[in-house]
């Protein structure tokens, strides 16, 4: 039930603080230690190569998860599409396996691949938010998000949901082959639950930002480089399928190579700096974009933070950002399809999930 909210969307974004912290809960031990299923960790650690399959949202939860099980846990990844996975599968290593992401455990594109790579004698890990589901049912294993019932059409808490187990699943993996990985993740991790508490807090901020930037625009692009191209990907699919606004997410450095041309006077471009590597990179995209004439609207984190950032995120440990950042490109999403009378839990076009191919 939505309670006093007026939409799906927001209650769920707002859902993400406690979700957080209840998979914190449940992915911890007596001890207090991080924990996952012994038969799983086995399973990865027995494997050459991690083989990511997801559509949507829970692709671009992939693409983050790539980063925590490579730089955490040492094994290689490769996140695919799907869709596009069964005709053009890749050359496969010698020891696979498979992890579908999918909040609803349903998507028939990623149950293609699961049929198709059990047929070939793969192991499958099923990371869902749906116990009972079709993909946690024919895969081998299966890890929980815990994040309720997602009702509304626009991922929001299962995106921030699967980050938190992936990283939980990384930092045990690399526990148990002894990789010291330099911080507490439940710590790190509860950081995090404040600051996206913080986050929902600001809606207000969140509300003028949309009405200034896109209420009357035609088309939108959000720039990042590292993890916040990533993000910068879902929260254009937000603002897309929710608000109908034109939107892309572009890696920072391929603007030149072609992207470019597409900004005109008053284009609105939401860039993300939460990395440090990366920051004074990303604002050199800025102003080539600005010269353009792009309404440029930049989203920092504390501690990277510039003169002319419009919104300022609380800091959190680098590989967890994008459990925050997203935040605001969500909210943003939310309010752009408020302000243009959309309907913001059914959008047009759309199911939650996708049952055929
Ligand atoms: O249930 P799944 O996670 O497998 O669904 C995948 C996509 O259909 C889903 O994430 C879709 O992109 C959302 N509507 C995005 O908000």
Do not use: W
Not at 68 to 76: M, R
Not at 200 to 211: N, V, W
Not at 241 to 247: G, K
Not at 313 to 319: A, D, G, N, Q, T
């Amino acid at each position: 039930e939505k309670g006093t909210y007026p939409h799906f969307m927001l209650k769920e974004i707002d859902e993400q603080p406690l979700v957080l912290r209840k998979i914190i809960q449940k992915y911890r031990s007596e001890k207090g230690e991080l924990e996952i299923d012994q038969e799983i960790v086995k399973a990865v650690n027995e494997s050459d190569r991690i083989y990511i399959i997801a559509a949507g949202t829970s692709y671009h939860a992939g693409l983050v998860g790539k980063q925590f099980i490579e730089k955490l846990a040492a094994v290689p990844v490769e996140v695919h599409i799907a869709s596009e996975f069964g005709y053009n599968m890749p050359l496969l290593s010698a020891k696979p396996l498979f992890i579908f992401i999918s909040q609803s455990g349903e998507t028939a594109d990623s149950r293609a691949v699961l049929v198709q790579i059990k047929e070939l004698g793969h192991k499958a890990l099923t990371i869902t938010n749906v116990p009972g589901s079709t993909l946690s049912r024919e895969a081998d294993f299966t890890l929980l998000l815990h994040a309720g019932p997602e009702i509304a059409v626009a991922s929001t808490k299962a995106y921030t949901a699967q980050l938190a187990v992936l990283s939980i699943l990384a930092e045990v993996v690399a526990r148990s082959k002894g990789k010291e990985i330099g911080f507490d993740l439940s710590r790190e991790l509860g950081i995090a639950a404040n600051a996206m508490e913080i986050l929902c807090d600001s809606k207000e901020e969140f509300e003028k930002m949309a009405h200034e930037y896109v209420s009357t625009t035609r088309n939108a692009f959000f720039i990042g480089r590292g993890v916040d191209y990533y993000v910068c990907l879902e929260g254009s699919l937000k603002l897309k399928e929710i608000s109908y606004i034109q939107a892309e997410g572009f890696a920072g450095g391929e603007l030149k190579h072609g992207t470019i041309a597409l900004i005109e006077d008053g284009t609105p471009i939401i860039a993300l700096a939460t990395q440090e590597s990366v920051n004074l990179s990303i604002r050199g995209n800025v102003k080539e974009v600005v010269a353009r004439g792009a309404n440029p609207c930049i989203i920092s984190m504390k501690g990277l933070e510039m003169a002319d950032d419009r919104f300022v995120i609380p800091e959190v440990h680098e590989l967890l950002t994008p459990l925050i950042s997203v935040i605001p490109m969500q909210l943003f999403a939310y309010y752009a399809a408020l302000h243009r009378n959309c309907d913001v839990d059914k959008p047009r076009n759309l199911a939650k999930s996708v049952t055929v191919e």
